[in-house]
């Protein structure tokens, strides 16, 4: 029987079960030494998920303004904007682009830790337009996004007097070494320490230049399909797991190669799993995805060595689809369904990132938009029912 506890002993990261799923079905975890040298090799012509980003988390917002300059404040960038007037709503990347940043200059599809916000155009005038940040019903589900920081306690004051407001005060309750600042739309924003604590709570500098979009953070229902999607399908690794009986859940943190992070809190682009024990054992529970009503939360992405291959291997794994490859006319984004119904955007890295050398030959960055995702005439509706174009 496949269990939580022999995942993380005997999973081997990166490596594939080549036999399809059936509905419903979840076959052991796969060992590279099991595999047959025609397996092996069908395999290595495929895709490296080794390569692979777990690139951004996207939520919607009613005021960019408002809420660029709250992650602006917090050191981030933005890299990139989309506007897509006739459809009436915008793209706005942001991320750590400090000298001493994790992807310094790279390209916004070729890094971790990016953070996607959608405009809605005309949301920030209307009294009643309301996000729902996945942490109260209807609607709950996502969970929080994660900043790193170098001193904490400094970290905090600086938020505190800037009047941003706060789920958890760093001196609430008795976990004093986390945080949780809210943005303009009241997502959550975790806030965690690089460094000890006890360390730097006599420091009275931070510097944001060294700050790090460490993690997003989603509720899971069942734990062990979750854990299996996400590391034997997407090739994430399990990096690590906080069992909480006493409290009746557990948190998983997974994430693709990066380097050499002096701890977990240097790195970016992790993804926290929250499971609540026995929700998997009710068959009408169901967490919400953020993409119906009351929407906040749109998705994650996963920009990947190849598309076609990544998608071919997502079929061979029997993933259910949002969007293939081949629906409609966007050829460069895929949408895949985690098994609790998050969307995960997956996206070619090697493709988007030519699209900028297009751009220096001279073509407009509409065109360049364009030539990256080729129109939504066919995918029809309004934001909330589109898929990239969309915002989902």
């Not at 036999?19 to 099991?34: A, D, E, M």
């Not at 009643?128 to 400094?154: L, M, R, T, W, Y």
């Not at 994430?255 to 009408?284: C, F, I, V």
């Not at 990256?372 to 174009?389: E, S, Y």
Request: hydrophobic share 30%; net charge negative.
């Amino acid at each position: 029987m496949f269990t939580i506890r022999s995942l993380t002993r005997n999973y081997r990261p990166n490596s594939y079960n080549v036999k399809l799923f059936s509905l419903g079905v979840y076959p052991s975890i796969p060992n590279q030494q099991n595999l047959t040298s025609a397996e092996s090799k069908s395999l290595a012509t495929m895709t490296d998920t080794s390569k692979y980003r777990f690139n951004h988390s996207m939520l919607r917002v009613k005021d960019p303004q408002a809420s660029i300059k709250f992650y602006e404040f917090l050191g981030m960038k933005k890299i990139n904007q989309m506007d897509f007037p006739d459809n009436k709503f915008s793209l706005y990347f942001l991320a750590y682009d400090d000298k001493n940043s994790a992807s310094t200059g790279a390209h916004w599809s070729d890094r971790q830790g990016v953070l996607e916000l959608t405009h809605n155009h005309g949301s920030e005038n209307d009294p009643n337009f309301k996000i729902a940040n996945g942490n109260s019903e209807p609607g709950k589900g996502f969970g929080h996004v994660c900043v790193a920081v170098d001193n904490i306690q400094a970290a905090c004051t600086r938020l505190e007097e800037a009047n941003y407001k706060f789920q958890k005060k760093l001196s609430d309750g008795r976990m004093r070494h986390i945080a949780f600042a809210l943005d303009p739309d009241n997502y959550w924003v975790e806030i965690i320490g690089q460094n000890d604590p006890e360390k730097t709570k006599d420091v009275k500098e931070t510097d944001t230049g060294s700050y790090r979009f460490n993690h997003t953070m989603i509720r899971v229902k069942d734990a062990e399909k979750s854990l299996k999607f996400y590391q034997e399908t997407m090739g994430m690794t399990l990096i690590r797991t906080n069992e909480n009986p006493d409290n009746k859940f557990n948190l998983y943190f997974l994430g693709y190669p990066e380097g050499s992070p002096a701890t977990q809190a240097h790195r970016e682009g992790l993804l926290e799993l929250t499971w609540n024990y026995g929700t998997e054992k009710d068959s009408n529970f169901k967490y919400h995805d953020g993409n119906s009503e009351p929407q906040g939360f749109g998705h994650i992405a996963v920009s990947v060595d190849d598309i076609d291959k990544a998608c071919a291997r997502f079929e061979e794994k029997g993933v259910s689809w949002k969007k293939r490859l081949t629906d409609g006319r966007m050829k460069n984004v895929a949408f895949v369904l985690d098994p609790g119904e998050f969307p995960l955007d997956c996206e070619d890295r090697s493709k988007l990132t030519n699209s900028r050398r297009v751009l220096d030959r001279g073509h407009s960055e509409r065109e360049v938009e364009e030539i990256k995702l080729v129109g939504t005439d066919d995918i029809g509706g309004t934001d909330a029912n589109r898929m990239k174009l969309d915002a989902l």
